[in-house]
């Protein structure tokens, strides 16, 4: 397995490339380490090469690792959370990416003891095998969170399909970036809707390219 440190520096050089094509600042891209298949040895890595942010997407994997790496990273919790499991990860996460429903908002708000940073997904490509907000839904949606109080929306997140066709992927990062757009121009106070988390291993240099500030990279960066 190739050393995180090599990975990283690779990425990070991908990441310039893609900020250099489309005009933007790679200190805008924040790199979130997916360590779901990984051990906590090898997320620990990640952590001494200079990543900050760890992702995980079941419960039970977040708080493995966090036994091991407590509070060293900044925990995203960036899988499909049930709202029966929010009681166990709230006080250990600083931010959700997959806020898609009001029962979990609801769970957030009445468990977190501070405001939570939340992306809300939206399913930009329709597909029925993923999770997300419809994006003609998604505005009413966030304009309901007013009254949580735990609960800022600081962005939008998406999974794009997996595919090369590069079309259909900007198509898809488009979308949800405009949708971004029009959510920060109505001034929300409690969705400031800054940041777009998009784009994974096989995608990012693409999402960067089309506006995205968190990049989920897991296999390319961790392997598997």
């Known amino acids: 397995m190739r050393d995180v440190k090599e990975n990283l520096a690779f990425i990070q050089g991908q990441i310039a490339e893609a900020c250099e094509r489309s005009g933007r600042n790679p200190e805008h891209i924040h790199i979130v380490a997916v360590t779901k298949y990984v051990s906590a040895e090898r997320a620990a890595e990640a952590l001494e090469a200079g990543i900050q942010n760890l992702g995980e997407n079941r419960d039970d994997g977040l708080l493995a ?15 499909t959370l049930q709202s029966r499991k929010v009681r166990n990860i709230i ?3 600083e931010y959700i990416h997959s806020l898609d429903r009001m029962s979990l908002a609801k769970e957030i708000n009445k468990r977190a003891d501070k405001r939570i940073k939340c992306f809300i997904q939206v399913n930009v490509s329709g597909e029925e095998s993923k999770h997300g907000l419809q994006p003609e839904n998604t505005v009413e949606f966030i304009q309901k969170l007013e009254p949580y109080k735990n609960i800022e929306v600081i962005g939008l ?45 096989n995608d990012y240099k693409i999402a960067i390219e089309e ?7 897991g296999s390319a960066l961790v392997g598997e």
Request: charged residues 30%; contains cysteine.
């Open 91 to 93: 006080d250990k996460v």
């Open 211 to 217: 506006g995205a500030t968190f990049v989920r990279i």
């Open 65 to 79: 690792k966090w036994e091991v790496l407590k509070d060293k990273p900044l925990w995203h919790f960036i899988g």
């Open 157 to 201: 997140m998406t999974m794009a399909p997996y595919t090369d066709d590069e079309e259909v992927l900007r198509t898809c990062f488009r979308r949800l970036r405009n949708l971004k757009e029009e959510v920060e121009g109505l001034g929300l106070r409690h969705a400031p809707c800054h940041e777009l988390s998009m784009g994974m291993s």
